[in-house]
Nanobody, 129 residues
Framework: QVQPVESGGGLVQAGGSLVLSCAAS????????MGWFRQVPGKERKVVAALTASGRTAYYADSVSGRFTISRDDDYKTTVYLQMHNLKPEDTAVYYCASHRAQNIDFAQASNVAEYEYWGQGTQVTVSS
């Protein structure tokens, strides 16, 4: 199993940047696709970004494309990052890291919450205006 643990959330002003980290214990994160999701109270959890196991393909939600980057620590293959730039108040949410059941996924699979096997506890990101 790949048990994710998120860190790096916090409070930032609009236009600022944050980097979230996801440490994946168990099998290395390079053996499965990994995704970042976010959720606000009363709304469903939605994909923000996802990365195939090979690291060759990344997917992004339209709302974050060009501002967020998902990447993996290739040296040890145990940490997945989400770099967030030009943050907006609407980016405020609890951010979750999750490990997928498959290695290679398309965008539909990347976006499907049900296809992710293990989830972290979440980290709060708050963007003030």
């Amino acid at each position: 199993q790949v048990q994710p643990v998120e860190s790096g959330g916090g409070l930032v002003q609009a236009g600022g940047s944050l980097v979230l980290s996801c440490a994946a214990s168990g099998r290395t994160s390079s053996s499965v696709a990994m995704g970042w999701f976010r959720q606000v109270p009363g709304k469903e959890r939605k994909v923000v970004a996802a990365l195939t196991a090979s690291g060759r393909t990344a997917y992004y939600a339209d709302s974050v494309s060009g501002r967020f980057t998902i990447s993996r620590d290739d040296d040890y293959k145990t940490t997945v990052y989400l770099q967030m730039h030009n943050l907006k108040p609407e980016d405020t949410a609890v951010y979750y890291c999750a490990s997928h059941r498959a290695q290679n996924i398309d965008f539909a699979q990347a976006s499907n919450v049900a296809e992710y096997e293990y989830w972290g506890q979440g980290t709060q990101v708050t963007v003030s205006s």
